[in-house]
């Protein structure tokens, strides 16, 4: 892989996480479009810039680790680590078939370079604070982030870790809402609000920075701020569109755990040339 800060580069690298998205969950006729390209941006910026990691070395101790704790949204990390290196982009297209590497929820059974298994929401968090805590212990400088969705934070062991985050002032950790407003089967504020979202964060503890997850400038500085604040944890509030990128997809609850049929992956990837 080429780290890169460049935007325009970084959006071209968008442009073919998001391709990989229609392709794979249209060859798998099922999986979660959605909320996989509302996050694209946070994880390219994340991969591509600010986090330390090699795809050669993916033991390396001092690393920067990252959990995608919305499981469900596998197949945007499935693209970004094959094509960092960390596995073969030629078998994305086996998503959820049995026997891929590329199951339907991240399991570091299959690949290893996996700082986490997900997919029972509410958890990564958590996670994401014992390494902060291991790593702080380490006098590693290790960083740790941690993507949650937004009707994922309605668990409640979020909250709990969330505390404890702040209790012991776990500055090395820092967690990502993607705030795209719909969660399985329709909108979040209709199912249970999460709002008012920053003040809530705030009252846990936290140093809170509201962005436009879609803005990989905004991104950046958002990253390099969260570094420089310490004795708190950091949260960014994404606001981004589910299923960005794609018309047909946009704010459309429908294509959380619908696959494109083979018109819809043609006309995305049309979108998407
Ligand atoms: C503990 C648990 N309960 C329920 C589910 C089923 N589930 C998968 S995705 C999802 C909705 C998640 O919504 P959100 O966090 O907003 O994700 P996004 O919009 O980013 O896709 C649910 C309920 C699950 N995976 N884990
Ligand atoms: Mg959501």
Redesign the pocket.
Known sequence: MTRTQNISELQAIAKCIRRHIIEMTGAAKSG?P??SL??VEILVTLFWDVMRHDPANPEWADRDRFILS????APVLYAVMAECGYTPVETLNTLRKLGSIYQGHPDKRFIPALDASA????EGLSIAAGMGMAARSDKSSSRIYCV??????Q?GQIWEAAMFGAHHKIDNIVAIV?Y?G???DGF?KDIMEVEPLVAKWQSFGWNTIELNGHDIQALQSAFAAAASVKGKPTVLIAHTV?GKGVSFMENNPKY??VAPNKEEVALALKELA
């Open positions: 979660h959605g909320g509302s996050s919305k499981g469900h949204a997919g029972s929401l509410g949650l969705g937004d009707g994922e934070i668990e993607d795209n719909i969660q399985l979040v589910k959380h755990g």
